[in-house]
């Protein structure tokens, strides 16, 4: 069964001669990009190999959440949850934002006190968060049967709809002034005095003064075709959604084998907890002495898989001209088929835990690809080795939620406009600066 359907964009037939900016992705990160530039008054072509959000923007769970994550990503995280309330009225089209809270499941003691150390983290933003157990927890989670001590709850968290969101900024962009080219894969990069002039596409060529790079599981293949070493691996999630369903929480919900959002129809975003597969490629072992102090975080989530995808990948090109076919060109849409064995462990979890799923009709599964850098942080970010050149990628699985403050990132970047946080965590240059790459939980 193929990927989610996603709210159709319908590209622009003509191609600009020049603008201000070329975004090359119409994910959330490239279409919220785009949206902010416009909105700056810049001239801006955005230009998508396939489809907008048609890949891992449409394929997440629709989480929108500060809860849990990396601190070095919650002043950015808290930009976006001042931003996404106003979205649909900003754009005029629907995201299907709700604040309606995410929990955290609490299975032992040590676990309520790494939150409550954790809730340190958010103090400072004065959000509506903390650990819940009893009557409390039971409010929040009605007919959990879980035998958990308690959670983490932050009522300031909410959802979206995946298959909406990335389309509607790229129709806002585009009421703004931005070209929306779909089925324009950008095959490469022209320079004038040793700096960004122009973007060579499919279609023809697009004189730019700058160029942000927004692709994705893509990124580190364009970015090498460049000479650019950008350290990135992929991960397959699978996710399932169900018809509508009477009775279950408003609130989303983690626990280590499974985790529920509702949607919009009355449904539900279905996915395990922690269960990913890591396809074994050559760029697995190209990359392996970065990715190892990751490793002693996250092995037990990881299920190492050698099959197709290496071949797959071996056999790519890494390096062609612009006045040749791109990789891009001959794989519009990544889409992995979903894991049956992890949906069926997933779903006999879920109802053991919260019998009300036990009605619940599948209706559709799909999986995506995560990019995923060694530290589990974006880059958002100037290359400085090529002037003109800036990188919104490798969101390591957090990119829906934190979406949109990473397009005002990068587009406060792009024009040198006060960034509205500090994007040092956030550099390209820290994987070759002796920074020492790791994920950081928090606790």
Request: aromatic residues 10%; negative net charge; contains cysteine.
């Amino acid at each position: 069964m193929p990927g989610p359907r996603v709210t159709p964009v319908h590209g622009d037939e003509t191609l600009p001669e020049k603008v201000d900016v070329v975004v090359i992705g119409g994910g959330i990160a490239g279409t919220s990009t785009a949206l902010e530039l416009s909105d700056m008054g810049l001239r801006v072509a955005l230009c998508e190999k396939g489809g907008i959000g048609q890949e891992q923007s449409s394929r997440n769970w629709g989480w929108v959440r500060i809860s849990r994550r990396d601190p070095r990503e919650i002043p950015l995280m808290a930009e976006a949850l001042r931003m996404w309330p106003g979205l649909t009225a900003r754009i005029g089209r629907e995201t299907g934002f709700r604040r309606s809270g995410i929990m955290f499941a609490g299975r032992t003691d040590k676990e309520m006190a790494d939150y409550e150390r954790w809730a340190e983290h958010l103090r400072p933003y004065q959000l509506d968060c903390g650990v819940l157990s009893g009557a409390e927890f039971d409010a929040v989670m009605p007919g959990c049967r879980e035998p958990v001590k308690g959670g983490f709850f932050t009522a300031a968290d909410g959802r979206a709809e995946p298959q909406l969101t990335a389309p509607a900024i790229a129709e806002g962009a585009r009421d703004r002034g931005a070209a929306i080219l779909t089925e324009c894969a950008v095959r490469g990069i022209e320079t004038s005095g040793g700096a960004v002039s122009a973007v060579v596409t499919e279609r023809g060529t697009i004189a730019c003064d700058a160029v942000v790079l927004a692709g994705g599981a893509w990124s580190r293949l364009f970015a090498g075709n460049l000479g650019i070493n950008f350290p990135q691996l992929k991960i397959v999630s699978t996710v399932m959604r169900t018809a509508p369903l009477e009775g279950g929480p408003e609130a989303a919900y983690w626990s280590e084998h499974f985790a529920f959002r509702k949607r919009e129809d009355g449904g539900y975003t279905l996915a395990s907890g922690t269960a990913n597969i890591v396809d074994i490629v050559p760029d697995s072992f190209r990359l392996a002495f970065k990715y190892l102090p990751a490793l002693k975080h996250q092995w037990r989530d990881l299920r190492l898989r050698f099959g197709p995808r290496f071949a797959q990948e071996a056999t790519c090109a890494r390096n062609w001209r612009n006045d040749e076919a791109s990789p891009f060109e001959y794989t519009r849409v990544l889409d992995p088929k979903p894991d049956e064995k992890i949906n069926a462990k997933t779903m006999a979890a879920l109802i053991e835990n919260f019998p009300v799923f036990a009605k619940a009709e599948i209706t559709q599964s799909w999986a995506g690809y995560i990019d995923v850098t060694p530290d589990a942080v974006p880059v958002i970010s100037a290359i400085d080795t090529l002037p003109g050149f800036f990188m919104a990628s490798g969101f390591s699985g957090h990119g829906f939620g934190i979406g949109p403050a990473a397009g005002r990132l990068m587009a406060e970047l792009v024009t040198g406009r006060p960034p509205c946080v500090d994007p040092h965590h956030f550099r390209f240059s820290r994987f070759f600066d002796g920074t020492r790459l790791e994920p950081d939980d928090g606790f």
